[in-house]
């Protein structure tokens, strides 16, 4: 069976009981049985929505065979011989309604059930009177008219379904379309920001750079002069250079990324790379602690990745999920497996996603969008360079990263669901020749 549904009154039912009524005052009026039988009719057809959301599967089979029961008892009651009942293409509407809810085959034995009711009373006819060949040609052809009407209606009913079925298809590709178009125009303003502020950050980290070397080393002569005679000039010099060595790793950091990134490709297994970086973190780390859980799915395939580059955007990612949970600690869980994602290049692409999802109190839902551009960071410290090089890295090695709510339930002790970085590096690179390859990333 087909499933259709109908609201629960349209205006064709009441025109459905417009026209029960007219037939409910054409000859034989005063049967009563024929009233009972047309007001019948009505209450199913007026019925037929409400059966339908009750019963879904069978309702349709309820409603054919009580309109074959009805139709067969209304040419009962309205002829003498009910075979020759003026009312016979009451069996029309049996056969209309399982064209509209079955297929072609199910329509063809629905109405053979009806025609066969219909034949019925042509026993009792033969009892009384002699029936000639042109009343068996007459009575085919009342039964071709059922097959016709009913196979005519069930090939509307089918073509419109294959129509809505086809809009919605298209409807759905649209809305894919448009989701994608809109992912690659939010990718693309991302890496035109990330173009004009990294060749901002260039140009100032280059003026600012020279006057910090003359600060610098005005500070360390005037440390080498003065020595010990003047103690408080010579500590004032040496907050000079301590900060002076502060603000040209600053600058370094801003060169670090605007200048093009240097990868050489090689095929590698991406969790030897990724547990480095674990423990890299994990072995510097001063605070609350944090247990890590690794989930790993096995025999995953190798990865064409920069091993140093990699593990600097693995580090940075488990470093920030570490400072987010530094003042009560937490857990930070680590799934990689293999799956097939689309890219900015390409859909439908093989690849191994690593998900890392910690406790921390997590990222607000407007700043997931900006928090990979310069300068954005949710620390009381830092500026914000970290998440834009590890994004950087990413787009680089054709993959991508992207920021979705944690795993994990708030807790009464006030830690939050935490945050969940997502990133994604293809098993094959359409822009890399297989083995090993260098790469910039600009």
Not at 113 to 133: H, K, M, N
Not at 267 to 276: E, G, H, N, Q, Y
Request: glycine fraction near 8%; charge should be neutral.
């Amino acid at each position: 069976m087909t499933g259709a549904r109908r609201p629960t009154i349209m205006w064709m039912d009441l025109v459905w009981l417009a026209l029960l009524a007219m037939l409910a005052l054409l000859p034989p009026v005063a049967e009563i049985h024929k009233q009972l039988i047309l007001l019948a009719f009505g209450i199913i057809q007026l019925s037929e929505s409400w059966l339908l959301g009750r019963v879904p599967k069978r309702g349709a089979i309820y409603l054919v065979v009580l309109k074959i029961a009805l139709a067969t008892m209304l040419v009962d009651h309205t002829g003498e011989i009910p075979i020759n009942s003026y009312y016979y293409p009451i069996y029309f509407l049996p056969a209309v309604t399982a064209a509209e809810f079955f297929g072609p085959w199910a329509t063809l034995a629905w109405t053979a059930l009806a025609s066969a009711a219909y034949c019925s009373y042509l026993y009792p006819a033969l009892q009384e009177f002699e029936i000639t060949r042109d009343d068996y040609g007459r009575l085919a052809i009342r039964i071709l008219f059922f097959f016709l009407a009913a196979m005519v209606v069930n090939r509307f009913v089918l073509e419109s379904r294959r129509q809505t079925l086809r809009y919605q298809a298209l409807a759905e590709t649209l809305a894919e379309a448009n989701r994608k178009l809109e992912l690659a125009q939010a990718e693309a303003r991302r890496s035109e920001r990330l173009a004009a502020l990294g060749q901002l950050s260039a140009g100032l980290a280059h003026e600012i750079r020279n006057p910090l070397g003359v600060i610098k080393g005005s500070a360390e002569m005037l440390t080498q002069k003065l020595g010990e005679s003047n103690p408080l000039a010579t500590e004032l010099a040496g907050y000079i250079s301590t900060e002076t060595n502060r603000l040209s790793a600053l600058v370094t950091r801003f060169l670090d990324f605007a200048r093009p990134l240097h990868a050489d490709l090689t095929p590698l297994d991406i969790t030897a790379v990724l547990d480095r970086a674990l423990n890299d973190v994990a072995q510097v780390w001063k605070g609350a602690p944090v247990t890590v859980e690794k989930n790993y799915q096995a025999n995953l395939p190798l990865v064409p990745m920069d091993e140093s580059l990699c593990e600097q955007a693995f580090v940075n990612i488990v470093q920030n999920a570490y400072d987010a949970m530094s003042p009560k600690g937490g857990s930070l869980r680590v799934n990689v497996e293999q799956a097939r994602r689309d890219t900015r290049d390409s859909d439908g692409v093989e690849g191994v996603e690593i998900r890392f999802a910690d406790s921390g109190p997590g990222i607000a839902p407007e700043l997931r969008e900006q928090i990979f551009n310069p300068f954005v960071t949710t620390k009381k410290t830092g500026v914000g360079l970290g998440l834009s090089i590890v994004s950087k890295i990413v787009d680089g090695h054709h993959g991508f990263i992207r920021i979705e709510s944690g795993n994990h339930a708030a807790g009464e002790d006030g830690q939050g669901a935490g945050a969940c970085f997502v990133m994604f590096f293809p098993t094959v690179n359409a822009a890399v020749p297989a083995g090993r390859a260098h790469l910039v990333i600009s």
